[in-house]
């Protein structure tokens, strides 16, 4: 669970010039208080009444440093360049001290931060995403890291000098009368007690509203990715009015839980405040008529007085953006401190590893593997499979009978429950998982397109591929066959998701990406079984050109793309219950002939 300490934490990697910086902010506010200081002294002066010691010792020593008389001249001329210090001189240094740093820590510490997220995404265990859409897991990203960039600049250039600020007033009007610092002292601490107590409870409001939020966020990010099925099944009206109740609840809970609560909040402090300050122009009139302080005094402490009460309601404007903020910014911590699948590379070590990357012949073995994503209920058991280098295998069974959790198992996705899967001899689970996975390729039903060209999309397993490189495995994949209908040809941008190309062109276009990677392992993850019969059998001459090249493994439903492989293994309740050829298979009386029977007679098999 995410804690306040987080937040603060967010910034550790700059807290040197942090610190220096919101030091010299807070040593510039404090100078702020000359001025009213100044006046004060300004006013006995003219009015012929003396100073206080300080302003005295101070043109005492100017007097004899320019070998002057004190005088009234040099007494309204020391005070004048002392307001003329912290005024006109302070203000071109301000900027540089404040605004510059202020902002350019943050915006630093978005990059870092922004890069720290990525790498989370891309360490999260799978089933994460199983429950996660991309819209929900972005918002929470974007909103934390958006409002640590806004809130930075408020609390160190606002909140932190202010405060500063309100306790050297708090110092300064002590010094000059005690019982009315008193005063000060005792309201600041009861309309700060109230304050905090409304926001704690304001906070936790905005924790509810923020999962509202989300929620509506992830289904408007559902609605655009599945925009054609929504306008297939003519649902618009029903999209509308679902976040339509959504945005009425967010907005009943804004106005009259939170709106509401922070209006009431501040109209109890500004009453509150005028009060005070009324109370302190009195007992300072007061002290003044019975000569226990100067009119300059009077001025000072009413115009310091003043300047502390109003500086709550500014105060108070940021605590309660970090409030509204706050919630938003734990939820970010809790989603960087969730923990790393057991699959997660080390991205630390990424290029160095690139330099030496595996080299396997192909061979795989399945020993004893047993495994269930809930171990009481086992998905695959107790299967043992020898794989000879560049055979090819088939899959096939039922849905649910275990054929795409064993490939998520070579791909080290999840951790056996017992058993072990070596490649070459050698258990996966002792190899390196970047340069493991690099010697793997993989073409699923739905192959993954990025909003890029086509040849961006081609090389994104290997960048360093050359033209010529990327042109012989179109070639092979049958990617050849379409490019010259594209536009721009190779440099044509397919659209999100690769909405430009068809279902048999997606397809066909990811396996030339898995060949670009020289894979000695390749897989084809039911690549053919949502295609029709043209495309299906474009993808089948671009395998066969493949096969005996290197191990392929093939999950299929369609048995007519298997009828070449060298073995088909048939899986049936997570256990292997044959395997052999096609031909063989089909002599025996087994599930395989069955399945084969019901496709040959276009009957439907899952």
Not at 107 to 114: G, I, K
Not at 538 to 545: G, V
Not at 548 to 576: M, N, Q, Y
Request: proline share 2%; charged share 20%.
């Amino acid at each position: 669970m995410a804690s306040f300490q987080e937040i603060v934490k967010y910034y550790s990697n700059y807290w040197k010039i942090s610190v220096v910086t919101i030091g010299a902010s807070s040593l510039l506010a404090i100078a702020d208080l000359a001025v009213p200081y100044a006046i004060g002294q300004l006013l006995n002066v003219l009015s012929d009444r003396p100073t206080d010691t300080i302003t005295q010792t101070s043109i005492a020593a100017i007097a004899s440093l320019t070998q002057q008389s004190p005088s009234k001249t040099l007494s309204l001329w020391v005070l004048l360049g002392l307001i003329f210090l912290v005024t006109v001189a302070k203000a071109p240094v301000q900027p540089w001290v404040g605004n510059w740093f202020h902002w350019a820590l943050p915006l630093r510490a978005r990059r870092d931060r922004m890069r720290g997220a990525i790498g989370k995404i891309l360490t999260l265990p799978l089933e994460f995403y199983d429950e996660n859409n991309a819209g929900r897991i972005a918002s929470r990203i974007s909103k934390g890291i958006a409002n640590h960039t806004w809130t930075y600049p408020e609390i160190a250039g606002e909140f932190i000098p202010e405060v500063v600020r309100l306790i050297g007033i708090f110092a300064v009007i002590w010094l000059i009368e005690w019982r009315i610092g008193l005063i000060i002292l005792v309201s600041f601490l009861f309309i700060l007690s109230f304050t905090l107590k409304g926001l704690q409870k304001l906070t936790q409001r905005e924790e509810v509203l923020d999962e509202y939020i989300e929620n509506t966020e992830s289904r408007n990010s559902e609605i655009i990715t599945n925009i054609k099925t929504v306008k297939a099944f003519a649902t618009e009206t029903d999209e509308l009015k679902r976040q339509t109740t959504r945005l009425d609840r967010e907005l009943k809970i804004v106005i009259n839980r939170i709106h509401k609560g922070y209006v009431v909040l501040g109209t109890y402090q500004q009453t509150i405040v005028q009060f005070c300050l009324f109370s302190v122009l009195g007992f300072s009139l007061a002290a003044t008529v019975s000569g226990e302080i100067s009119l300059g005094y009077f001025v000072t402490v009413y115009t310091l007085a003043s300047m502390a009460y109003s500086q709550l309601r500014p105060i108070s404007i940021i605590a309660e953006l970090f409030a509204r903020r706050y919630s938003s910014m734990i939820r970010f911590h809790e989603f960087m401190q969730l923990a790393d699948g057991v699959d997660a590379v080390n991205l630390a070590a990424e290029n160095a590893v690139s330099a030496s990357p595996y080299q396997f012949t192909g061979k795989i073995e399945f020993c004893g593997l047993t495994f269930g994503y809930d171990r009481q209920k086992p998905v695959l058991q107790d299967v043992n499979l020898l794989i000879h280098p560049r055979q090819t295998v088939a899959l096939v069974g039922r849905s649910g009978s275990g054929k795409s959790t064993l490939v998520k198992l070579l791909f080290r996705y999840f951790e056996l429950n017992s058993g072990r899967i070596l490649i070459d001899g050698e258990d996966i689970c002792s190899l390196d998982v970047t340069r493991y996975r690099k010697r793997l390729a993989i073409v699923h039903q739905e192959v993954d397109v990025f909003n890029g060209t086509l040849l961006e999309n081609l090389i994104y397993g290997n960048r360093k591929a050359t033209f010529e490189q990327v042109e012989e495995a179109c070639r092979i994949a049958r990617v050849d066959e379409f490019v010259s209908l594209l536009p721009q040809g190779y440099y044509t941008v397919v659209g999100e998701r690769g909405m430009r190309l068809s279902g048999g062109q997606r397809q066909r276009l990811g396996i030339a990406r898995a060949l670009l990677v020289e894979p000695d392992v390749l897989i084809f993850d039911e690549a053919t079984s949502s295609l029709d019969y043209e495309s299906e059998r474009s993808i089948q001459l671009a395998m066969q050109n493949i096969l005996g090249t290197r191990t392929t493994i093939i999950i299929a439903h369609r048995l007519s793309t298997i009828r070449e492989a060298d073995a088909i293994v048939v899986l049936d309740g997570g256990k292997i219950v044959e395997i052999g050829s096609h031909d063989e298979l089909l002599k025996q009386q087994g599930i395989y002939r069955r399945l084969h029977s019901l496709q040959e007679t276009g009957e439907l098999v899952n």
